[in-house]
Structures are given as C-alpha cells and as structure tokens.
C-alpha cells in the first residue's frame, strides 16, 4: 500500500492551465503505475490518464487527449497532470491512483488500489 496526496487544485476560467501533483509515499513506491481519475456530482468516476512505473507507456482518455499530460519523477516521488486548455465541462474533483500492475498503464479503476482523496478543479465560463 502506498498513500497519496493530490494538490493543484483551484478556481480557473476557461482556457486556462493548472498542474496537479500527486506525492506517493510508502513502501516500494516507484514500483507502481499511477493515474488521475476524476468525479464530478452526479456522474461516475471517470477515468482521465494513466502512466506506467518507467513512462515507457501512457493511456488518455480520449476527452483530454492534446491537452492534458501525464508525467512523473520517481526521483521526488511525484506524479503530474497538466491541464491546458480547460473547459467548464473538466469541473470535477481529481484523484490520483496507484496500481500494482506497474507495467500496464490502465483505464479501468478496478485496477488502482490506492486513491488520494482528491483535489478540486473549478473551471468558470
């Protein structure tokens, strides 16, 4: 098990950037594959990107594909989304995750184990 902290979060107008961070701690850290997921009210956590434990693979959702990257630094322990060209409908609370399946960078959230409890995102039209 591993725990993590989200932050980045924050009040935006559209067409604007922010970049989420996500620290891991625990142990074996690094030996796992990570990825944002969000959730909005009323709506199903949705799946938003996902990154292998080396960056040789990368999954996106196709909603935010050309404007959000996933990125991380085993070195910190850091995971990253940035976020360019924001919408209202990207609204939602974001959460980090972390799978044990370290090779594979998933979109099913069956796969994460670990989830952070979330950083909220608030897009203004």
């Known amino acids: 098990q591993v725990s993590l902290v989200e932050s980045g979060g924050g009040l935006v107008q559209a067409g604007s950037s922010l970049r989420l961070s996500c620290k891991i701690s625990?142990?074996?850290?690094?030996?796992?594959?990570m990825g944002w997921f969000r959730q909005s009210p009323g709506k199903e956590r949705e799946f938003v990107a996902s990154?292998?434990?080396?960056?040789?693979?990368?999954n996106y959702a196709d909603f935010v594909k050309g404007r959000f990257t996933i990125s991380r630094d085993n070195f910190e322990d850091m995971v990253y989304l940035q976020m360019n060209s924001l919408t209202p409908e990207d609204t939602a609370v974001y959460l980090c995750?972390?799978?044990?399946?370290?090779?594979?960078?998933?979109?099913?959230?069956?796969?994460?184990?670990?989830w952070g409890r979330g950083t909220q995102v608030t897009v203004s039209s």
């Open positions: 625990g142990r074996a850290r690094n030996s796992y594959a």
């Open positions: 990154i292998t434990w080396n960056s040789d693979r990368k």
């Open positions: 995750a972390a799978d044990k399946t370290f090779y594979r960078a998933n979109t099913d959230a069956d796969s994460f184990t670990s």
